[in-house]
T-cell receptor
């Protein structure tokens, strides 16, 4: 099935550094969501975006919904060791029928060196 | 704990056996979703319920797979005559019916088919 293009595939950074990752799609979405997944666990919702151009923060995390509705990015500022994990973007059309399902990227593996 | 729960967390079975997984959504959520995740990939949509009605099934859901949500609360996913290719993490998510469609995931069931 369709998957979003997420980059980079992996990142290895030093504690305290800022991180940026993005997600692109060939088709538009009306909602973008960012999740974090730890090994052996389910994804945990970090941020949800509902409007093109929207910029939303959650603590050290900031995400933006691209104006074209075909992309989104996530920034993490001042990374800490517990930020380690796999970050997934997901798009959703919303508004009825099959549009509620989420389409996911392949994830960005983040490693933080203390 | 009022989050999404799944049981069992791990299942090891022999090829050809039937397996059944259970998902209990967040209590006030009437939409429930099943996804499958293989190593190195993002979750892929399998099927979706609104209350007890199954409204969409992915092409990934072969005839050996069946899902039910008999009373609009918990859901079960059954795989008959399991194959090695069915080995994956099976994730359940739930969401409400407001304008915002955030999906919250359970911890998943890891299936290994020998």
């Amino acid at each position: 099935g369709q998957q979003l293009n997420q980059s980079p595939q992996s990142m290895f950074i030093q504690e305290g550094e800022d991180v940026s990752m993005n997600c692109t799609s060939s088709s538009i979405f009306n909602t973008w969501l960012w999740y974090k997944q730890d090994p052996g666990e389910g994804p945990v919702l970090l941020i949800a975006l509902y409007k093109a151009g929207e910029l939303t923060s959650n603590g050290r995390l900031t995400a933006q919904f691209g104006i074209t509705r075909k992309d989104s990015f996530l920034n993490i500022s001042a990374s800490i060791p517990s930020d380690v994990g796999i970050y997934f973007c997901a798009g959703q059309l919303g508004s009825g029928g099959s549009n509620y399902k989420l389409t996911f990227g392949k994830g960005t593996l983040l490693t933080v060196n203390p | 704990d009022t989050g999404v729960s799944q049981d069992p967390r791990h299942k090891i079975t022999k090829r050809g056996q039937n397996v059944t997984f259970r998902c209990d959504p967040i209590s006030e959520h009437n939409r429930l979703y099943w996804y499958r995740q293989t190593l190195g990939q993002g979750p892929e949509f399998l099927t979706y319920f609104q209350n007890e009605a199954q409204l969409e099934k992915s092409r990934l859901l072969s005839d050996r797979f069946s899902a039910e949500r008999p009373k609009g609360s918990f859901s079960t996913l059954e795989i008959q005559r399991t194959e090695q290719g069915d080995s994956a993490m099976y994730l359940c998510a739930s969401s409400g019916t407001g304008k915002r469609y955030e999906q919250f995931f359970g911890p998943g069931t890891r299936l290994t088919v020998l």
